[in-house]
């Protein structure tokens, strides 16, 4: 079982929806997740960052944590075609070292 | 802007021949890091430095190797690169809080490394 699994869609989304990603860990001590947004051909851009039960909101985005079903997910509210990227969902998993999950590709569509 | 700096952003290099990929930061993070991700992959932590000291993944092939000379800058050094190494090279920094454990990780732009 992969430490980070995500759904690698595409998931398409049409503008001004609500785009919702999910993310999955295997580590049930697990205590901090990161969202990255990475544009294609590009680095990874830390967009989010929870380290407690619930939602963390902030502008567009919001990232919800479940530790008890381990899951974490991100919503992107009013989706613009600029957020058509790759989504990847990170947990720590000692002091210095994050898992990645491989990615959900979003397309926003005009 | 405070940041993370990778040099060069491409580079061509030839089977066996040695390379060397360097990344500097101004953000005075103490731990840096170096990830492979290929393409439509994860990106996968190769080493850090916490400070001046090195932690190799147990799965990094010995072809890769790493030197920090100061808080500042990074190098991968790959030794001998194989087609397989064809990938983008991704620095990462952090911080640490007062327990020692790693704070939020801000990557570099990347350099695309290919291999005739």
């Known amino acids: 079982q992969k430490e980070v699994e995500q759904n690698s869609g595409p998931l398409s989304v049409p503008e001004g929806a609500i785009a919702s990603l999910n993310c999955t860990y295997s580590?049930?001590?697990?205590?901090?997740f990161f969202w990255y947004r990475q544009y294609s051909g590009k680095s990874p851009e830390l967009i989010m960052f929870?380290?407690?039960?619930g939602d963390k909101e902030d502008g567009r985005f919001t990232a919800q944590l479940n530790k008890a079903s381990q899951y974490v997910s991100l919503l992107i509210r009013d989706s613009q075609p600029s957020d058509s990227a790759t989504y990847l969902c990170?947990?720590?998993?000692?002091?210095?070292?994050?898992?990645f999950g491989a990615g959900t590709t979003v397309t926003v569509r005009a | 802007d405070a940041m993370v700096i990778q040099n060069p952003r491409y580079q061509v290099t030839q089977f066996g021949k040695p390379v060397t990929l360097s990344c500097s930061q101004t953000?005075?993070?103490?731990?840096m890091y170096w990830y492979q991700q290929k393409s439509s992959q994860a990106p996968k932590l190769l080493f850090h430095?916490?400070?001046?000291?090195?932690?190799n993944e147990a799965d990094t092939p010995d072809n890769f190797q790493s030197r920090r000379p100061n808080t500042s800058f990074c190098f991968l050094d790959i030794r001998s690169p194989g087609l397989g190494d064809a990938a983008m090279y991704l620095c990462?920094?952090?911080?640490?809080?007062?327990?020692?454990?790693?704070?939020?990780?801000?990557f570099g732009d990347g350099t695309r490394l290919s291999i005739l």
């Open positions: 990170a947990v720590r998993v000692n002091d210095y070292k994050l898992s």
């Open positions: 990462a920094t952090s911080s640490t809080n007062r327990q020692g454990v790693g704070q939020p990780q801000h």
């Open positions: 430095y916490y400070d001046k000291d090195f932690n």
């Open positions: 953000l005075n993070h103490n731990v």
């Open positions: 580590d049930r001590g697990s205590q901090s």
């Open positions: 929870i380290y407690s039960n």
